[in-house]
């Protein structure tokens, strides 16, 4: 095999220059990236199937006009995808209350929220990914003011895309965080969803381990979330060893 140029190697997937201008190779580990994983633990098999699951999701927004890098899958653990400029934040969706914004509110778990909430993170690790305003975002230049609007609008899509899906084959999704890039067609530049979606980015609940008065509790039965989901999508590839259950955004 030829030797591929790394562009970047993060806690769960590593890039690579793809075969075409304007294009990477996107390379799934089976290492943590979750807050509950330490550092370099591996996840056997985790990797397999955040490709898989990947793929579903991102082929399912692309088939409904929400725009993502992915263009396809090349393999067991590698897809390639467009070449993108990637806003340094994360973008997360609350659904429901849990981790970071029950401990800053004082909510309590599993509470639903009136309508989602979207927050911005930026993305640096060595800060902790400190939660940011649209004021530091505008103030530092990492995004317009309509790029957020358009961020908002992508993402409430996802939302809804996602949301569907999930309580299809019984699970709540509480949140989860995307990442956006900005791609160039001609003058025009439009944003995508980039990176991925799995189970390392979504925090999922099932429907059928909610507790009392009808609040979802964590966790339920998904303690194999990534072999559990990819089970009810039907996208479950064959031998591969079962990963524990993480716990995901903050």
């Known amino acids: ?35 509950s994983t330490p550092p370099q633990t591996a996840l056997e098999g985790k990797g397999v199937l955040n490709n898989r699951l990947s793929e579903f999701f ?30 340094p934040l994360e973008v997360v969706v609350r659904n429901f209350a849990a981790g ?7 909510i309590p778990e599993g509470t639903p929220l009136p309508r989602p909430i979207v927050e911005y993170y930026f993305k640096d690790d060595k800060l902790g990914c400190p939660l940011v305003s649209e004021e530091h975002i505008i103030a530092f230049g990492w995004a317009s003011q309509q790029d957020l609007d358009d961020v908002v609008a992508l993402a409430l899509r996802v939302n ?9 084959v019984g699970i709540r999704l509480a949140d989860f965080r995307i990442e956006v890039g900005r791609i160039w067609e001609g003058d025009y530049m439009r944003l995508i969803v980039a990176d991925e979606i799995s189970p390392d980015s979504c925090r999922l609940w099932d429907v059928r381990a909610e507790g009392e008065g009808g609040a979802p509790r964590e966790p339920g039965p998904l303690q194999d979330v ?4 990819a089970r009810r999508l039907g996208v479950l590839p064959s031998n591969v060893t079962h990963s524990p259950k993480p716990t995901l955004i903050n």
């Open 1 to 35: 095999m030829a030797r591929r140029k790394k562009v970047y190697e993060g806690k769960a997937k590593i890039l690579y220059e793809g075969p075409e201008p304007g294009t990477l190779i996107q390379y799934f580990k089976d290492d943590g990236s979750a807050a």
């Open 58 to 87: 991102m082929n399912g927004l692309n088939a409904i006009g929400v725009p993502t890098h992915f263009i396809r899958r090349l393999n067991m653990r590698e897809q390639l995808v467009r070449m993108a400029e990637i806003i």
């Open 100 to 106: 970071g914004i029950s401990k800053r509110l004082g």
């Open 160 to 168: 809804d895309f996602l949301s569907g899906v999930m309580m299809g």
């Open 226 to 229: 990534y072999t559990e989901l």
